[in-house]
Nanobody
């Protein structure tokens, strides 16, 4: 059974940065597409970014140029570097593996 554990969320001011991490259990991590989603109160969960096994990345238009997804296959970990955070980035951020497995989420709150 795959387990995904997110960390790194918190309360920050607008313009600040955060780095989220997602550590995965299980084998063959390097073969899977890893994604970050987020869900704000009262809104549907949305895709933020994903990274393929080959390292190709894709981002939601709302975060392009501000967020960077990366992976360290030796550590079974995927990261989301978030810069120039805005209040509208406030949400619970979820890690996903291969569109099948979800983490428990980590809260990111951007507020002055």
């Amino acid at each position: 059974q795959v387990q995904l554990v997110e960390s790194g969320g918190g309360l920050v001011q607008p313009g600040a940065s955060l780095r989220l991490s997602c550590a995965a259990s299980g084998r063959l991590f390097s073969l899977y597409v890893m994604s970050w989603y987020r869900q704000a109160p009262g809104k549907q969960r949305e895709l933020v970014a994903y990274i393929t096994s080959g390292g190709n990345t894709n981002y939601a238009d709302s975060v392009k140029g501000r967020f960077t997804i990366s992976r360290d296959d030796a550590k079974n970990t995927v990261y989301l570097e978030m810069n120039s955070l805005k209040p509208e980035d406030t949400a619970v951020y979820y890690c996903n593996q291969d569109l099948r497995h979800w983490g428990q989420g980590t809260q990111v709150t951007v507020s002055s």
